[in-house]
């Protein structure tokens, strides 16, 4: 199926003005679409299709900041350097909640534990090598959940873990 702005803009809903996407979205939640038998990225897509000048490696954002907008007079190309700092103006890459995020998703790839197995540890009276041998991690692993070190959950106090003694 050939593609156009209006084919695309027939599958997104007009908020102010923008134009959100309604269709599929990658996992972090970038609207993509199906072209020539491969998917693209729907703001690329709409800025080669609008003329916009697109210089490799430059990525297309959006001037209004929202993820879901493919709107042509919205987007804009950027080196990743220009995406990064913007980012950062916008203090999206320091952010406590996104760094806990990216922390539990870590741990729920290549962790060897649960958040109640840490749970467990961090309220035994049990000796440090008697709870490493019972999850299968070293001495130095359970002492560092105990002293918050590792593990650190967002969900109490936002600052256990910064150094704080009780």
């Known amino acids: 199926m050939n593609q156009t702005i209006d084919t695309l803009r027939e599958r997104c809903t007009e908020v102010g003005d923008c134009w959100e996407w309604q269709g599929a979205r990658t996992d972090t939640g970038h609207p993509t679409v199906r072209h020539d038998g491969k ?27 929202n993820l879901r907008c493919v709107n042509p007079d919205h987007i804009v190309m950027r080196t990743h350097r220009q995406v ?3 980012q950062g103006e916008l203090g999206k890459l320091s952010d406590i909640a996104r760094i806990a995020k990216i922390a539990a998703t870590k741990r729920a790839k290549y962790g060897k534990l649960t958040t109640e197995q840490v749970r467990a ?18 001495q130095g692993k359970v002492s560092a959940i105990r002293r918050h070190m590792c593990w650190r959950e967002l969900a109490g106090n936002p600052f256990t873990g910064l150094g704080a003694r009780a």
């Not at 693209?40 to 990525?59: C, E, F, S, T, Y």
């Not at 049990?126 to 991690?137: C, K, P, Q, R």
């Open 84 to 86: 990064m700092k913007r």
């Open 39 to 65: 998917t693209h990225l729907v703001r690329r897509l709409m800025a080669a299709l609008a003329g916009i000048d697109m210089p490799p490696n430059a990525k297309a954002v959006t001037t209004c900041e």
């Open 121 to 138: 540890i961090r309220a035994s009276n049990e000796t440090g090598v008697a709870m490493a041998a019972l999850h299968g991690i070293s």
